[in-house]
T-cell receptor, first 110, second 116 residues
Framework: QKEVEQNSGPLSVPEGAIASLNCTYS??????FFWYRQYSGKSPELIMS????GDKEDGRFTAQLNKASQYVSLLIRDSQPSDSATYLC??????????FGQGTTLQVKP | EPEVTQTPSHQVTQMGQEVILRCVPI?????FYWYRQILGQKVEFLVS????????KSEIFDDQFSVERPDGSNFTLKIRSTKLEDSAMYFC??????????????FGSGTQLSVL
């Protein structure tokens, strides 16, 4: 069974701090890795994708991938209250099917 | 940005009834998906569809479920005889290519199905 594991949280950080979200996956042949943000009752919204080892930065977001350790992370710098949401890690292979983790709830306190 | 459209946004049905959830994928997309999310749980893959046939399905997608692209624009999910445990948010998604690098999967806003 291919799994994606996340700590469900909640992860609470003060406004302006760095939030660090982590994810591990079990299928070594996974090729593509995604972070989605989901607000309650809404659909997942893609915020970052990463395909090769290392870091990828986009604004306040940095995704990190380590395929040897089967580990993906997301850093959110200068966290804002509007970043409060559930962050979903998702992994796919060559079929395009996404396997999601259960999500980490982030609370950014003003 | 183009959108995947889902209707209805909420559907209430009685146990044992058939429901059809409707989706209009983005017009030039070729791959279509249904996912579901039971309240408080993870988003789960149900089925993928390409070239008018199912390309992959999960264990959840049993004989009670079917998908169809009846007219070249709509993509539907039918549940023949709903059960209480089918209550969930159902998301339709589409992409142009199968799993190409840098290709985004577009999600619809979802249909909340409540089975009473």
């Amino acid at each position: 069974q291919k799994e994606v594991e996340q700590n469900s949280g909640p992860l609470s950080v003060p406004e302006g701090a760095i939030a660090s979200l982590n994810c591990t996956y079990s299928d070594r042949v996974s090729q593509s890795f995604f972070w989605y943000r989901q607000y309650s009752g809404k659909s997942p919204e893609l915020i970052m994708s990463i395909y090769s080892n290392g870091d990828k930065e986009d604004g306040r977001f940095t995704a990190q991938l380590n395929k040897a350790s089967q580990y993906v992370s997301l850093l959110i710098r200068d966290s804002q209250p509007s970043d409060s949401a559930t962050y979903l890690c998702a992994v796919s292979g060559n079929t395009g099917k996404l396997i999601f983790g259960q999500g980490t709830t982030l609370q950014v306190k003003p | 940005e183009p959108e995947v459209t889902q209707t209805p946004s909420h559907q209430v049905t009685q146990m044992g009834q058939e429901v059809i959830l409707r989706c209009v994928p983005i017009s030039n997309h070729l791959y279509f998906y249904w996912y579901r999310q039971i309240l408080g749980q993870k988003v789960e893959f149900l089925v993928s569809f390409y070239n008018n046939e199912i390309s992959e399905k999960s264990e959840i997608f049993d004989d009670q479920f079917s998908v169809e692209r009846p007219d070249g624009s709509n993509f539907t999910l039918k549940i023949r005889s709903t059960k209480l445990e089918d209550s969930a948010m159902y998301f339709c998604a589409s992409r142009m290519l199968r799993g190409a690098t840098n290709e985004k999967l577009f999600f619809g806003s979802g249909t909340q199905l409540s089975v009473l």
